[in-house]
């Protein structure tokens, strides 16, 4: 039986909150490395997988 695994995704604001980051900027990563999102009741969520990615990425760019 193939079932997918429904995967919570985050919000521009949880974003926000955990990597202490403005929502412009979030808007403009989701937009640049083409995070996949879906809305449900009128909210966006972002795929956890892109989000981590791209900030594990931005880092090691920094560092």
Same mark, same amino acid.
């Given at each position: 039986?193939? =079932?997918?695994?429904?995967?919570?995704? +985050?919000?521009?604001?949880?974003?926000? @909150? +955990?990597? =202490?980051?403005?929502?412009?900027?979030?808007?403009?990563?989701?937009?640049?490395?083409?995070?996949?999102?879906?809305?449900?009741?009128? =909210?966006?969520?972002?795929?956890?997988?892109?989000? @981590?990615?791209?900030?594990? @990425? +931005?880092? +090691?760019?920094?560092?």
């Amino acid at each position: 039986m193939n =079932r997918d695994i429904a995967v919570t995704g +985050l919000t521009a604001h949880d974003i926000a @909150t +955990l990597w =202490r980051i403005p929502k412009g900027t979030i808007y403009r990563y989701a937009h640049t490395y083409r995070w996949r999102r879906y809305t449900d009741t009128g =909210r966006t969520y972002y795929h956890p997988d892109d989000v @981590t990615t791209t900030f594990d @990425t +931005l880092s +090691l760019e920094e560092g």
